[in-house]
């Protein structure tokens, strides 16, 4: 396939509620949209998830893109790419910036996809119609306000529930949403906020029963969290700490943890994912699709992912009505019993809703290959 014409296209929606972690809040979904055209015509979308602040990792929007244009997309307009396979080796000898890697690797997945006119879920190996998902839920002011949350979110179907938690943001809080719900499917998720020091915290949070903890420690605490993990009896599950398929393998050689919480934009795309997916099922370690507030088209594609067989634990990949009043695509992700459906069309299933883009949108460039910016 070769590739002819890019654009990328800045897009902030809002969220419907600011979304608060130990890194601090979020009021609006800021992101790219790669769009990639092919000598055929046909397009290939994929999202830039990085976020305006380097918090969760080093990468922002703003070096993310000019890496995928000063780097990603020269690589792979210059030559004829036969196997979407092929892109990650090609990106290989850049180091980091698995996020800006994913935007352009997935958006050259659709193409593919719908070059052969499969659907992205079927082209990747996945059979799910449908798949079960959570809802992860950020700070709240107070354990009654995340009631009401929680509430909210198990009378819609969501099949198991995330608490951000912090210090003193996390005992009362998890408590309240157990006694309340003494059978809800719920895990915690730390956002690297705590150290050893607050081992007497975690040890508290091992009495309510749940699924795991999300990382707790720093983004490179592999020994530490072997350490916690071996004094707890709930899972420790790494979220930060992983950024490709040798990551987990060091989690799993030291036993920093019983479960991954995978993500494609943080492992730099498609093949990587699909490799550390099927690594966690020969080894028996817990793997499950999470979620970076993504618009509908990294949704989309984590959606075809979470519809491999692997992906048994709900992901945190919600309805699109639990983020945004409108998304850029259509149609929309609707809850129907606690799962999304796994788009049939082709490529990843959604097109972009012009109309609602028009609005969001706050640049537009174009890259004609070879030929440079206008
Ligand atoms: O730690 O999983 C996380 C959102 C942004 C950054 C990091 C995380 C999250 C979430 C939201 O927990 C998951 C979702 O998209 O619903
Ligand atoms: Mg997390």
């Not at 080796?89 to 910036?97: E, K, L, P, S």
């Not at 915690?188 to 150290?195: K, L, Q, V």
């Not at 020091?197 to 990382?215: A, G, W, Y």
């Not at 009043?325 to 990843?348: A, C, Q, W």
Request: some cysteine; proline content about 3%; hydrophobic content about 40%.
């Amino acid at each position: 396939m070769h590739f002819q014409k890019a654009k990328l296209i800045h897009v902030e929606i809002p969220l419907i509620a600011p979304f608060k972690t130990s890194y601090g809040e979020l009021k609006s979904k800021d992101f790219y949209i790669i769009e990639l055209m092919n000598a055929d015509g046909i397009y290939g979308y994929g999202e830039l998830e990085a976020f305006p602040l380097p918090d969760y990792t080093e990468e922002t929007l703003e070096t993310a893109i000019k890496i995928i244009k000063q780097h990603l997309l020269p690589l792979i307009t210059q030559k004829k790419i036969h196997f979407p396979e092929e892109v990650h080796g090609i990106f290989n000898w850049i180091q980091g910036n698995e996020m800006a890697k994913s935007a352009v690797e997935l958006a050259v997945w659709d193409a593919f996809a719908k070059s052969e006119k499969s659907s992205l879920a079927r082209m990747i190996g996945a059979n799910k119609d449908f798949i079960s998902v959570g809802v992860s839920i950020g700070l709240q002011n107070n354990p009654n306000d995340l009631l009401q949350l929680v509430e909210q979110y198990v009378q819609a179907g969501y099949q198991r529930v995330k608490l951000k938690v912090a210090p003193n943001h996390d005992i009362q809080y998890i408590k309240a949403v157990r006694e309340k719900f003494p059978k809800l499917s719920l895990m915690a998720d730390a956002n690297s906020a705590y150290n050893r020091e607050d081992f007497l915290l975690l040890k508290e949070l091992d009495q309510f029963d749940l699924e795991m903890i999300e990382q707790p420690f720093g983004t490179k605490d592999f020994v530490d969290h072997a350490w916690l993990q071996s004094q707890l009896k709930t899972r420790i599950c790494l979220d930060e700490n992983i950024r490709s398929l040798g990551d987990v393998r060091q989690a799993h050689l030291l036993g920093s943890c019983q479960a991954i919480n995978l993500k494609l934009a943080r492992v730099g795309g498609m093949c990587e994912a699909l490799r550390i997916a099927e690594y966690c099922a020969e080894n028996k370690l817990l793997v499950w699709c999470g979620g970076m507030l993504e618009a509908g088209i990294g949704r989309a594609h984590n959606i075809a992912l979470a519809a491999r067989s692997e992906f048994e634990f709900p992901g945190d990949i919600s309805a699109s009505n639990r983020y945004f009043h409108e998304d850029i695509v259509s149609p929309d992700f609707v809850l129907d019993k606690g799962r999304l459906r796994v788009p049939t069309d082709n490529g990843i299933g959604v097109t972009l809703n012009s109309d609602v883009l028009k609005k969001y949108t706050k640049s537009t460039e174009e890259m004609l290959l070879n030929i440079g910016w206008s």
